[in-house]
């Protein structure tokens, strides 16, 4: 969120003709002072033209040996412009004047020091400074504590000392106000401790600061961020006074937590109230929609960014763009990019992005040439969304080759990018490079230690993922549900089942996280795969959820593995009347009447199958040869060369007969056009 505030400034007619031009109303009502500053550096600096930032410091440069006239005025301006720009040489040689010209001891522009080192991310700087100061107020301890939340930095131990900052402002006797708090409750979102936000709570009770909307805001977005929504709402509803950002922060606290409904409804109050909304709503809403099932509301809120001129907006078209490629409505997402007025790297990002969750990296592929082409240079958030779209297809070369593109752009030093790499070559069975990424990186983070424990769990690498884990265990790296379901999905595979379950138990006791459906799902997989197929049943119907189609599954897949029917039948019939419109699970159950010959039952099924599902899309392989992916699905003779293909295969089928390396014929449920394969069964 933003909070803009002005200070009250009298200024010269000196200073006032070298402002940059935003407005010349705004101007004319600040008060007009005639004394004159002669000294030469403000003569220069008269002589150019009204916002030319960079000419301004040139007059400093050219007249920096000659400091004895500058003024404090001046040196503030030159302050504000080396902030803005970011010019840390000019502000430090600048520093070094105001230290010989004896303004140490001028409280604004200690303050602008304050600013200008902590825009230009010198939070060693800014800290000494600060110690250095003959007398801070409260613009001061702001600046400190703004600098540790914005300093760049995700380390503890910085945030840890915006907080000792406030403590010592208040012994210093030092009120704070509404800028000391929003900066303050951002910290405790940063270092994720509640209990720190609830104290500051407290504090802004005490106060008398609860119902000021800017703190109130940023009080509804620290409970949002922590999915304490009734409590953000309880906030929420005590402000009588609200603006647009309390009504934003709201409607995006409901759609951060998914929920829709109440998103929309707090939209509807915000209507009622006089205000149509702004491009963060209307984004925060699409976002909202997102969420699978929820596209006809995005498609009415569509309607109303029509309406209200919103569609032109950047940053609401490429949200409305990720709204419909999220809800797999891929042509219309592509038809909005299409009708954007104006493209950044955000919104060529969101279809890239877009494509690649719909498995389509071919066409994520083309965008990324196609954005290069004119003139975009791509980002770290771009690079990443392209390696995630390389992995679906998976295209060993176009790995390799986005790889190059980051290092050649110096981006491999991006943890997002590590991650992204260990994820794109592990899908593409390059497990050796992954690991080659992971130790590249010196700083994992959590998603980094549990993309490469998901990585060896694809690959069955039981060994590896349990020292990858026990390694983050021994670093003091705080554990996370996906670190577990990485760690359970190895052991399934490993067959280790004593460790899965002492895995599972120390989830719950050691580290206090409630395990989600996919653990139990994990659960369920890890016993029923060893054959311990009352235990894996225990925990299906006792499960303190549901159990959903992938749990069920699981336990259909075990089951028929060991041979018991009768269980396999009672879990597919549950999972058919849980997900009823879903191919795969008659798939699955056609599969298991057909392997105990109940061939009346499996005609049953495809008959209802046929009445209730949608075509049914079919699996495909992918295979690289000399850069070029090849795409198969079953019975396709389209490829050029399927009559050697599928001679091979003959070869191949009658190579395992004769092994006995064939699996029950009955297994398989058939269409008549697959007559081709029995023939080399029998």
């Given at each position: 969120?933003?909070?803009?505030?002005?200070?009250?400034?009298?200024?010269?007619?000196?200073?006032?003709?070298?402002?940059?031009?935003?407005?010349?109303?705004?101007?004319?009502?600040?008060?007009?002072?005639?004394?004159?500053?002669?000294?030469?550096?403000?003569?220069?600096?008269?002589?150019?033209?009204?916002?030319?930032?960079?000419?301004?410091?040139?007059?400093?440069?050219?007249?920096?040996?000659?400091?004895?006239?500058?003024?404090?005025?001046?040196?503030?301006?030159?302050?504000?412009?080396?902030?803005?720009?970011?010019?840390?040489?000019?502000?430090?040689?600048?520093?070094?004047?105001?230290?010989?010209?004896?303004?140490?001891?001028?409280?604004?522009?200690?303050?602008?020091?304050?600013?200008?080192?902590?825009?230009?991310?010198?939070?060693?700087?800014?800290?000494?400074?600060?110690?250095?100061?003959?007398?801070?107020?409260?613009?001061?301890?702001?600046?400190?504590?703004?600098?540790?939340?914005?300093?760049?930095?995700?380390?503890?131990?910085?945030?840890?000392?915006?907080?000792?900052?406030?403590?010592?402002?208040?012994?210093?006797?030092?009120?704070?106000?509404?800028?000391?708090?929003?900066?303050?409750?951002?910290?405790?979102?940063?270092?994720?401790?509640?209990?720190?936000?609830?104290?500051?709570?407290?504090?802004?009770?005490?106060?008398?600061?609860?119902?000021?909307?800017?703190?109130?805001?940023?009080?509804?977005?620290?409970?949002?961020?922590?999915?304490?929504?009734?409590?953000?709402?309880?906030?929420?509803?005590?402000?009588?006074?609200?603006?647009?950002?309390?009504?934003?922060?709201?409607?995006?606290?409901?759609?951060?937590?998914?929920?829709?409904?109440?998103?929309?409804?707090?939209?509807?109050?915000?209507?009622?109230?006089?205000?149509?909304?702004?491009?963060?709503?209307?984004?925060?809403?699409?976002?909202?929609?997102?969420?699978?099932?929820?596209?006809?509301?995005?498609?009415?809120?569509?309607?109303?960014?029509?309406?209200?001129?919103?569609?032109?907006?950047?940053?609401?078209?490429?949200?409305?763009?990720?709204?419909?490629?999220?809800?797999?409505?891929?042509?219309?997402?592509?038809?909005?990019?299409?009708?954007?007025?104006?493209?950044?790297?955000?919104?060529?990002?969101?279809?890239?992005?877009?494509?690649?969750?719909?498995?389509?990296?071919?066409?994520?592929?083309?965008?990324?040439?196609?954005?290069?082409?004119?003139?975009?240079?791509?980002?770290?958030?771009?690079?990443?969304?392209?390696?995630?779209?390389?992995?679906?297809?998976?295209?060993?070369?176009?790995?390799?080759?986005?790889?190059?593109?980051?290092?050649?752009?110096?981006?491999?030093?991006?943890?997002?990018?590590?991650?992204?790499?260990?994820?794109?070559?592990?899908?593409?069975?390059?497990?050796?490079?992954?690991?080659?990424?992971?130790?590249?990186?010196?700083?994992?983070?959590?998603?980094?230690?549990?993309?490469?424990?998901?990585?060896?769990?694809?690959?069955?690498?039981?060994?590896?993922?349990?020292?990858?884990?026990?390694?983050?265990?021994?670093?003091?790296?705080?554990?996370?549900?996906?670190?577990?379901?990485?760690?359970?999905?190895?052991?399934?595979?490993?067959?280790?089942?004593?460790?899965?379950?002492?895995?599972?138990?120390?989830?719950?006791?050691?580290?206090?996280?409630?395990?989600?459906?996919?653990?139990?799902?994990?659960?369920?997989?890890?016993?029923?795969?060893?054959?311990?197929?009352?235990?894996?049943?225990?925990v299906l119907t006792k499960m303190p959820f549901e159990p959903g189609s992938n749990a069920l599954g699981a336990f259909i897949g075990a089951c028929k593995v060991h041979g018991n029917l009768e269980l396999a039948k009672w879990a597919a019939e549950t999972l058919s009347i849980l997900e009823p419109n879903k191919p795969v699970n008659y798939v699955l159950m056609s599969n298991l009447y057909a392997s105990i010959g109940q061939w009346v039952d499996v005609a049953r099924v495809r008959k209802i199958m046929r009445g209730r599902c949608e075509y049914k899309v079919p699996g495909c392989s992918w295979m690289e040869i000399s850069g070029v992916v090849h795409t198969f699905v079953s019975?396709?003779?389209?490829?050029?060369?399927?009559?050697?293909?599928?001679?091979?295969?003959?070869?191949?089928?009658?190579?395992?007969?004769?092994?006995?390396?064939?699996?029950?014929?009955?297994?398989?449920?058939?269409?008549?056009?697959?007559?081709?394969?029995?023939?080399?069964?029998?």
């Amino acid at each position: 969120m933003h909070c803009k505030f002005l200070s009250p400034l009298k200024l010269t007619d000196n200073f006032r003709r070298h402002l940059p031009a935003i407005s010349s109303k705004a101007l004319a009502q600040i008060p007009r002072n005639d004394e004159e500053h002669e000294d030469p550096c403000n003569k220069t600096y008269k002589s150019f033209p009204v916002g030319r930032l960079r000419a301004s410091l040139e007059s400093f440069r050219a007249n920096h040996e000659n400091v004895s006239h500058l003024s404090a005025l001046f040196c503030s301006y030159v302050l504000r412009i080396s902030s803005k720009m970011g010019f840390l040489p000019e502000g430090r040689q600048l520093h070094s004047h105001i230290l010989k010209l004896g303004y140490n001891c001028r409280q604004s522009l200690q303050n602008q020091l304050l600013g200008m080192y902590m825009r230009c991310n010198e939070f060693g700087d800014a800290c000494r400074l600060f110690d250095e100061m003959c007398e801070r107020n409260v613009v001061s301890w702001n600046t400190m504590i703004s600098a540790a939340v914005g300093s760049g930095k995700s380390f503890q131990s910085i945030h840890n000392l915006g907080l000792l900052y406030f403590k010592k402002m208040l012994l210093e006797m030092v009120e704070p106000n509404y800028i000391t708090f929003i900066g303050l409750l951002r910290i405790s979102i940063e270092l994720n401790d509640i209990e720190i936000g609830k104290q500051l709570h407290c504090f802004i009770i005490k106060s008398n600061l609860a119902l000021n909307c800017f703190v109130g805001s940023a009080l509804v977005d620290m409970y949002s961020k922590y999915s304490l929504v009734e409590d953000a709402r309880q906030l929420f509803d005590k402000i009588l006074f609200r603006d647009m950002v309390l009504w934003n922060v709201m409607v995006s606290c409901y759609a951060y937590n998914r929920l829709t409904e109440e998103a929309f409804g707090v939209f509807k109050l915000m209507r009622s109230d006089g205000l149509n909304g702004d491009d963060f709503t209307f984004s925060s809403l699409l976002n909202s929609c997102g969420v699978f099932g929820y596209c006809e509301l995005g498609k009415q809120v569509h309607g109303l960014i029509i309406m209200l001129s919103f569609d032109v907006d950047v940053l609401v078209a490429s949200t409305l763009v990720n709204m419909y490629a999220k809800n797999e409505f891929i042509v219309e997402a592509h038809r909005a990019f299409d009708g954007m007025i104006s493209r950044n790297v955000v919104s060529w990002t969101t279809m890239i992005v877009g494509y690649g969750q719909c498995g389509n990296g071919r066409e994520a592929m083309k965008l990324v040439k196609d954005m290069i082409h004119q003139g975009f240079v791509p980002d770290e958030l771009t690079w990443a969304s392209i390696l995630s779209s390389c992995a679906s297809l998976p295209a060993i070369s176009e790995i390799v080759q986005v790889h190059a593109h980051v290092v050649k752009n110096g981006f491999e030093t991006f943890l997002s990018i590590g991650n992204a790499l260990i994820n794109a070559y592990s899908k593409c069975g390059i497990i050796t490079s992954a690991f080659q990424c992971f130790s590249s990186i010196p700083d994992p983070d959590i998603v980094t230690w549990t993309s490469m424990i998901g990585a060896c769990a694809f690959h069955g690498l039981f060994t590896e993922a349990t020292e990858i884990f026990e390694e983050m265990l021994s670093k003091g790296v705080k554990l996370d549900q996906i670190a577990f379901l990485g760690v359970l999905s190895a052991c399934s595979h490993g067959g280790r089942v004593e460790e899965g379950l002492r895995y599972f138990t120390s989830m719950t006791k050691d580290h206090e996280i409630v395990p989600d459906s996919e653990h139990y799902t994990c659960l369920i997989d890890l016993l029923g795969r060893a054959g311990h197929l009352d235990e894996a049943f225990n925990v299906l119907t006792k499960m303190p959820f549901e159990p959903g189609s992938n749990a069920l599954g699981a336990f259909i897949g075990a089951c028929k593995v060991h041979g018991n029917l009768e269980l396999a039948k009672w879990a597919a019939e549950t999972l058919s009347i849980l997900e009823p419109n879903k191919p795969v699970n008659y798939v699955l159950m056609s599969n298991l009447y057909a392997s105990i010959g109940q061939w009346v039952d499996v005609a049953r099924v495809r008959k209802i199958m046929r009445g209730r599902c949608e075509y049914k899309v079919p699996g495909c392989s992918w295979m690289e040869i000399s850069g070029v992916v090849h795409t198969f699905v079953s019975c396709d003779r389209s490829h050029p060369q399927a009559s050697e293909l599928y001679d091979i295969l003959g070869t191949l089928f009658r190579l395992m007969k004769e092994e006995r390396y064939m699996s029950d014929v009955d297994f398989l449920v058939h269409p008549v056009e697959d007559e081709f394969i029995l023939s080399f069964l029998s």
